[in-house]
């Protein structure tokens, strides 16, 4: 599974960005897709997630400002975020979740999302 990212840039505060990821290979394989997000000096750490069902879950910390959504025809994963803070500001990642246990997650290469106070 190959995963690509895109979207991301520079946004003052209050703004709002569309990010996408595009997924291809062995797409009946995946179970959650979801995004992540990594800032400078911190963990990465889960924003969004969504089954193929469309079951969504999302960090407490964008509940209400973020909207993730699936389009499973073009393999497509999309992350609306709306009310941008600076502490949005990280590189996000596309995450995919096969339905084996044993297969790895898979991540695309990330997109930096930049929040201008």
């Known amino acids: 599974v190959q995963l690509q990212a895109s979207g991301g840039g520079l946004v003052q505060t209050g703004g709002s960005l569309r990010l996408s990821c595009a997924a291809s290979?062995?797409?009946?394989?995946?179970?959650?897709m979801g995004w992540y997000r990594q800032a400078p000096g911190k963990q990465r750490e889960l924003v969004a997630t969504?089954?193929?069902?469309?079951?969504?879950n999302y960090a407490d910390s964008v509940k209400g400002r973020f909207t993730i959504s699936r389009d499973n025809a073009k393999n497509m994963v999309y992350l609306q975020m709306n009310s941008l803070k600076p502490e949005d500001a990280a590189v996000y990642y596309c995450?995919?979740?096969?339905?084996?246990?044993?297969?790895?997650?898979?991540w695309g290469q990330g997109t930096q999302v930049t929040v201008s106070s």
């Open positions: 290979g062995s797409i009946p394989i995946i179970k959650l």
């Open positions: 995450n995919a979740d096969p339905w084996i246990p044993t297969l790895p997650d898979y």
């Open positions: 969504i089954s193929r069902g469309g079951t969504t």
